[in-house]
């Protein structure tokens, strides 16, 4: 089955310790992304790549870390936790270009 | 930038109703746009998609057609069902643009 799996799905945690969200996708999709969705403000992207070493900032990227070694695997990574942070993140992948998005079941993060 | 405006929910509306979601967009060059359903618990599915003017995009009984003089693409459907509640999100992207831009999201709330 297609899919974009994210672990964890929930995660609760404190200020100023370090986590890292997995991303992984079974479809051989060249480009992935990260968005984070907050109540009234939509999907807002934070990082994307479009092949394997290469990634680029997207509108939010601001705390956040990424990297892509692997073409199936794209984890985000959050070096310093702060409480603005507590948001629902979606990871997606595609063919490239203008392609429909897939997106994964979501990582709800919760920093206290 | 690229930028959507979704009508503000919740909608509700009893099974059978019709539905009208409407979406404007502003887009660099010449977008494509896409429609996305976020089920309860889930991350997001796309729904339809149009690719070029006049285009009507479809799916599961939803249309949405691609009014390029107008800069609209609202969601449209005949006979909602209880099944059909989620949030909608309109997502145009632009030429060039490596990410969706989504709306704020409207959820829809069918009634038996």
């Known amino acids: 089955e297609a899919q974009v799996t994210q672990n964890p799905r929930y995660l609760i945690t404190v200020t100023g310790k370090k986590l890292t969200v997995t991303c992984s996708q079974n479809m051989n999709h060249e480009y992935m992304s990260w968005y984070r969705q907050d109540p009234g403000l939509g999907l807002r992207q934070i990082y994307y790549?479009?092949?394997?070493?290469?990634?680029d900032k997207g509108d939010v990227p601001e705390g956040y870390k990424v990297s892509r070694k692997e073409k199936r695997n794209f984890p985000l990574i959050l070096e310093s936790p702060s409480p603005n942070q507590t948001s629902l993140y979606f990871c997606?992948?595609?063919?490239?270009?203008?392609?429909?998005?897939?997106f994964g079941d979501g990582t709800r993060l919760s920093i206290l | 930038g690229d930028s959507v405006t979704q009508m503000e929910g919740p909608v509700t509306l009893s099974e059978e109703a019709f539905l009208t979601i409407n979406c404007t967009y502003t887009?660099?060059?010449?977008?494509?746009l896409f429609w996305y359903v976020q089920y309860p618990g889930e991350g997001l599915q796309l729904l339809l998609k149009a690719t070029k003017a006049d285009d009507k995009g479809s799916n599961k009984g939803f249309e949405a057609t691609y009014r390029k003089e107008t800069t609209s693409f609202h969601l449209e459907k005949g006979s909602v069902q209880v099944s059909d509640s989620a949030v909608y999100f309109c997502?145009?992207?632009?030429?060039?643009?490596?990410?969706?831009?989504f709306g704020s999201g409207t959820r829809l709330q069918v009634q038996p």
């Open positions: 997502a145009p992207q632009g030429t060039g643009r490596r990410a969706l831009t």
């Open positions: 790549s479009m092949n394997v070493e290469v990634t």
């Open positions: 997606a992948s595609s063919k490239g270009g203008i392609q429909p998005q897939h």
């Open positions: 887009a660099t060059g010449y977008p494509s």
